[in-house]
């Protein structure tokens, strides 16, 4: 197999079908207080791509939801979320909604609920498309025209306003976009935040005062086919950091060695200081064309002082891991846990994620569960078991493909011991493809 064909092997290739099934069966027993959707979203191509020219971040997005409610699983559905050329090809008419600057992609890296709709995100321009509860597309977005340019793949829900904030980037802008999305769904705030060049910019955090953007060495590059971005250590790395409600002039920029983060698990103020805790890669795209090739990816901590133009850098956690979260009801918050993706291979194509990693960040120790050979876990999810249970007080969500059975299982762990056995196994009708990003939907009370 070679390396730009790795990404179609394997539980990396795509499933062919659209499947709807219902009374999914449950090994051990489902919380009553899981009532929602466990959505979770990735690449997927629905025509065969030619391997040698195939990059993994731009395969058709699919999305996957398993319902839960009452203690049962009530359906499992998988849909291809729907631009021009999916619907073609499958008979269908154009989904309504403006295509921003000519970027009709289908959004693969992200699902989420907000203001009462499901939302399926990417990056780089293009619009978000809006699901239906049940998954299947609407429309492309621009809420309700309040949506300039393009989205982001990884707004932070700050817990206490109910707002979204997003940093989006566009190659055709020559400068970020910093939007706060309303509890309404409705954009409220757009400032331009000036970069000296066309970065890629996946994600960004904020504390429950302050942005924070990470402007690093990933830039826009035709000549890098197929995917248009590439390792650029002359160009800089820099951390910003802007009051809310403060213009995105004011943005304090703190220079800092090369290096990039797709994913921060969580930052919050302490005094005049930002820390904000991510996972660091060394390098990426500097090898291999087909995915995120780079170096091993760790968790850090980077103690980040405006006035004094400083960062304070300090390693966490030395274990090569991915596709960290935290209990979304302390984002921009101080934390005391967080949870990760350990990769057996130590290699940040992702390749091999086998271990669920907890880190208590207060202790200084961590728990690892490692799933039996030959099987392969995505990001796992926490939820509460109440609104007002304690940081660890619920339950892990993650999907996990076995080999042997050449399908997937919807796991359900105790936060507080994810070495336990399982409190449930939800088996699915067919497997989930190694993918991105997963979130969990509760229903309205």
């Keep these: 197999m070679t390396e730009t064909s790795v990404y179609l092997a394997g539980n990396f290739a795509p499933v062919a079908e659209e499947v709807t099934a219902t009374n999914l069966p ?24 030619d391997p040698a020219a195939y990059h993994w971040f731009l395969g058709d ?19 291809w979320v729907r631009n021009q050329a999916i619907a073609e090809a499958r008979g269908e008419p154009d989904p309504p909604g403006e295509v921003h600057g000519g970027m009709d992609f289908s959004a693969n890296t ?22 239906s509860w049940d998954l299947e597309t609407v429309r492309r977005s621009d809420f309700q025209g309040t949506l ?55 994600d960004m955090s904020i504390t429950g005062t302050r942005a924070v953007f990470y402007d690093q060495p990933v830039t826009f590059d035709l000549s890098s086919a197929p995917f248009p971005y590439s390792w650029n250590p002359d160009y800089g790395n820099r951390i910003g950091v802007l009051p809310f ?26 005094g005049e200081t930002v820390v904000v805790d991510v996972v660091r890669h060394d390098r990426i795209f500097d090898r291999g064309a087909a995915g995120p090739y780079g170096s091993n990816p760790a968790l850090w901590r980077w103690t980040i002082d405006p006035a004094a133009g400083k960062v304070h850098t300090e390693q966490l956690d030395d274990r090569p891991s991915e596709f960290p979260r935290v209990d979304e009801r302390v984002v921009g918050r101080r934390h005391r846990y967080g949870w990760s993706v350990g990769l057996a291979a130590g290699d940040s194509s992702l390749y091999g994620a086998d271990t669920l990693l907890k880190h208590d960040l207060v202790a ?62 939800v088996e699915l009708p067919q497997r989930v493809p190694e993918g991105f990003h997963g979130n969990w939907v509760a229903d309205a009370p």
């Design 110 to 131: 992200n699902v989420i609920g907000h203001g009462g709709r499901t939302l399926a995100l990417v990056e780089a321009g293009a619009r978000p498309i809006e699901l």
């Design 61 to 79: 997005g699919m999305v996957h939801g398993i319902r839960l409610r009452a203690g049962k699983a009530e359906w499992y559905r998988n849909r």
């Design 245 to 270: 409600g403060a213009p995105g002039s004011e943005v304090v920029w703190v220079e800092m060695e090369p290096s990039y983060v797709f994913h921060p698990l969580n930052a919050y103020d302490e």
């Design 148 to 202: 300039p340019n393009g989205f982001t793949a990884h707004p932070k829900l700050d817990p206490v306003t109910g707002e979204l904030h997003a940093c989006a980037y566009y190659w055709g802008l020559p400068h970020l976009q910093y939007l706060v999305v309303g509890t309404d769904g409705l954009v409220v705030s757009n400032e331009a935040i000036p970069v000296p060049g066309s970065p890629m910019v996946h």
């Design 26 to 49: 449950v090994r051990g027993r489902l919380p009553e207080e899981l009532s929602g959707r466990y959505l979770r979203i990735g690449p997927n191509p629905l025509v065969p791509p």
């Design 364 to 425: 200084g120790t961590s728990q690892a569960r490692t799933f039996p050979a030959g099987v392969g876990i995505g990001e796992a999810v926490f939820v509460p078991r109440s609104p007002i249970s304690a940081e660890d007080d619920g339950w892990v969500l993650l999907l996990a493909y076995d080999a042997a059975r050449d399908t997937s299982d919807l796991f359900v762990l105790d936060a507080a011991d994810v070495t336990a056995e399982p409190v449930a196994t």
